[in-house]
């Protein structure tokens, strides 16, 4: 008998490369949001460092002034990160449905391959058993 062939495999094939594809820009988008994370990240750490020096030379008031200015600018970083995190984690989640579609598309054609090799076990099996038959039958004829 004939080994077992799925007609679609190819576009099985073609399910799971696009479901990789789908995995991979997602997994682009997490290391923007992970990069953006670590830039606020180093913004505070700057914040707290930047706060505990100054503290430690109390009573200039042109490093106090720099050190607002540094502030001020540390802020309008911030703003400008808490925008790219909003926008990378709605394209994230955009992503995420994406690749549920393609995990969704692989798994039914994965169901039917399954269903597909099932039956032709099965028929092999009834066609083997058909041949024993026959010859069974056959030998039984000749005596």
């Known amino acids: 008998m ?3 062939v799925f007609s679609m495999q190819k ?3 073609l399910r799971a490369f696009e479901q990789s594809q789908a995995e991979l820009e997602l997994g682009k988008v997490n290391a923007e949001i992970a990069r953006i994370q670590n830039e606020l990240n180093a913004i505070a750490a700057s914040r707290v460092s930047v706060t505990k020096s100054t503290d430690a030379v109390s009573g200039d008031f042109s490093l106090y002034a ?3 200015n540094y502030f001020a600018f540390l802020d309008r970083r911030q703003e400008e990160l808490f925008e790219q995190m909003a926008q990378a984690q709605l394209l994230a989640e955009q992503k995420r449905e994406v690749v549920r579609e393609a995990m969704k598309k692989v798994k039914v054609l994965e ?3 399954e269903t597909k090799l099932s ?3 099965k028929e092999r099996l009834d066609q083997e058993e058909k041949a024993m038959d026959d010859v ?3 030998a039984f004829n000749e005596r």
């Open 2 to 4: 004939k080994k077992f």
């Open 11 to 13: 576009i099985l094939d």
């Open 66 to 68: 720099q050190t607002q």
């Open 111 to 113: 169901k039917l391959r």
């Open 119 to 121: 039956q032709w076990k």
């Open 136 to 138: 069974v039958t056959a």
